[in-house]
């Protein structure tokens, strides 16, 4: 199955010819990933990679990101962080119809990682939602790299956070 998922990396300060490394990228075997370099000091790849399962086609990605430029530190999976617009163009609904189903479910409705002005989600929460209401046709692939894209997410605030442990918070917030 072919799975699509983005990666965003923060570049070292070496890593200055963007040409070289893009060649690197496709040597190490990202020539199926779209190369974003618009924001300096940032890459993005926009991955359509085959594999056997989301976690293969990620775990592949990211190793041969690694090996083409070890320096490079990840900042973000996508798709995984999301608003409520977003979660509405994957599913095919409307933001507006997305809204009514999380006004009218308040304590079923996944609770936001963030809220605010603008509310975010992970989406494999909602996504898990949805299916468990059975009523929403999602396109395939897409609930399986959301979950994959959480645990990347969470995995690497854990490696972020090394050193310094949650534990006197885990009782208070689970």
């Known amino acids: ?25 496709a040597e190490a075997g990202c020539e199926d990933a779209l190369a974003g370099i618009g924001q300096p000091g940032r890459l993005a790849l926009e991955f359509t990679r085959e594999a056997g399962s989301a976690e293969d086609a990620v775990r592949s990605a990211l190793e041969d990101v690694r090996r083409a430029a070890p320096a490079v530190r990840l900042i973000e999976m996508s798709p995984d962080l999301v608003g409520l617009t977003d979660v509405a163009d994957i599913v095919g609904m409307s933001r507006q119809n997305m809204r009514k189903l999380m006004l009218a479910y308040p304590a079923s409705f996944p609770a936001p990682i963030h ?60």
């Open 1 to 25: 199955m072919e799975y699509t998922f983005t990666l965003k990396y923060r570049l070292a300060e070496d890593e200055g010819d963007m040409d070289d490394l893009l060649e690197r990228l």
């Open 115 to 174: 809220e605010g002005s603008t509310s975010i989600w992970h989406l494999a929460d909602v996504l898990a939602w949805l299916q468990e209401r059975g009523t929403y046709e999602l396109p395939g692939g897409v609930v399986e790299v959301a979950r994959v894209a959480h645990l990347v997410n969470v995995a690497k605030e854990q490696c972020r956070l090394r050193g310094r442990s949650p534990r006197p918070w885990t009782t208070l917030v689970a």
